[in-house]
Nanobody, 120 residues
Framework: QVQLVESGGGLVQPGGSLRLSCAAS????????MGWYRQAPGKERELVAL???????DYADSVKGRFTISRDIAKNTVYLQMNALKPEDTAVYHC??????????????WGQGTQVTVSS
């Protein structure tokens, strides 16, 4: 089982920046996809950004040009650099990983989440 530990959330003013980190640990044969989702109060969880093992990325339209996802394969860590933050970016951000174990079975893990609040 893979454990995901997130860090880097907090309170920031509109226009500011934050960097989230998510480190994966446990029995991993292959990390296929790592990504970030967010859930604001009263809303459904939505994809923010993901990066695949080959390096390709996807972003929600609402964050394109402002957020950048990157991955350190050696450290099994994914980062989300968030710039030009807006109040509507306020949410709990959850790390997600799709991974394969030695048997070939695939699993999904979620982190517990880190709060990001954008407010003046």
């Amino acid at each position: 089982q893979v454990q995901l530990v997130e860090s880097g959330g907090g309170l920031v003013q509109p226009g500011g920046s934050l960097r989230l980190s998510c480190a994966a640990s446990g029995t991993i044969f292959s990390l296929n996809v790592m990504g970030w989702y967010r859930q604001a109060p009263g809303k459904e969880r939505e994809l923010v950004a993901l990066v695949r093992s080959g390096g390709t990325t996807d972003y929600a339209d609402s964050v394109k040009g402002r957020f950048t996802i990157s991955r350190d394969i050696a450290k099994n860590t994914v980062y989300l650099q968030m710039n030009a933050l807006k109040p509507e970016d306020t949410a709990v951000y959850h790390c997600n990983a799709v991974y394969t174990v030695l048997s070939g079975a695939k699993f999904i893990s979620w982190g517990q989440g880190t709060q990001v609040t954008v407010s003046s």
